[in-house]
């Protein structure tokens, strides 16, 4: 059974560099094809992907996000993790760590399959 739990603080202020793990268990995250990705939900913008590493080890991150984030692994503790830096009040949201499944239809997709239980981040000084 697949699982992801992302650990980190809740609570950052502006200006700081924001950093989550997720934990992965029931499956090596460097299996063939998944990419385990970073997903947050703000009210405003709903859900917004910010950007995965594969099974590879290459990471890929969303052009708006791009100058500031970044993705990176521990595969001797099938970890994955996130650094935002130079957060504002507009990156309080929940973040979510998930896997996603690639599939072309036309053009290149990925499907998410299983979602970590999402956590609280506020950026507030």
């Known amino acids: 059974q697949v699982q992801l739990q992302e650990s980190g603080p809740g609570l950052v202020k502006p200006s700081q560099t924001l950093s989550l793990t997720c934990t992965v268990s029931g499956i090596s995250i460097t299996t063939y094809r998944y990419y385990w990705s970073w997903i947050r939900h703000t009210p405003q913008k709903g859900l917004e992907w910010m950007g995965a590493i594969a099974h590879s080890g290459s990471a890929y991150v969303s052009p708006s996000l791009k100058s500031r984030t970044s993705i990176s692994r521990d595969t001797s503790k099938n970890q994955f993790t996130l650094q935002l830096n130079s957060v504002t009040p507009e990156d309080t949201a929940v973040y979510y760590c998930?896997?996603?499944?690639?599939?072309?239809?036309?053009?290149?997709?990925?499907?998410?399959?299983?979602w970590g239980q999402g956590t609280q981040v506020t950026v507030s000084s």
């Open positions: 998930a896997r996603g499944v690639p599939y072309y239809a036309g053009s290149y997709s990925m499907r998410i399959d299983y």
